[in-house]
């Protein structure tokens, strides 16, 4: 069974996703988003990004992840400006979804 997501209210007001893999098990969770109409604008871009986005690599020992997979790893820069790299953080939808409602 492929995975999920799920709208859920965040403790703080406002909503989360959840991204669920098929057995049920928590993958990422989303920032919060202040209606239901900019988390599901979240989701769309999660699936989005999922299909098309690249990986950035910034982790400490810079190899690649699987073997013969740096033609599709880039770097980014290390602190400074750029967007999160957390699955559902603030790259998912972040402040563009939240500027748009």
């Not at 992840?65 to 790299?85: D, H, K």
């Amino acid at each position: 069974m492929a995975g999920y997501f799920e709208l859920v209210d965040a403790p703080d007001g406002g909503y989360r996703i959840r991204m669920m893999d098929g057995a049920g098990q928590l993958l990422a969770v989303s920032v919060t988003f202040p209606t239901k109409k900019a988390a599901v604008a979240g989701v769309a871009q999660a699936r989005e990004i999922a299909g098309t986005g690249l990986i950035r690599d910034r982790s400490a020992d810079g190899r690649p992840a699987v073997p013969g997979s740096s033609a599709r790893v880039i770097r980014g820069r290390r602190g400074g400006a750029g967007r999160s790299n957390s699955a559902l953080g603030s790259s998912l939808a972040g402040k563009r979804a939240q500027a748009r409602t």
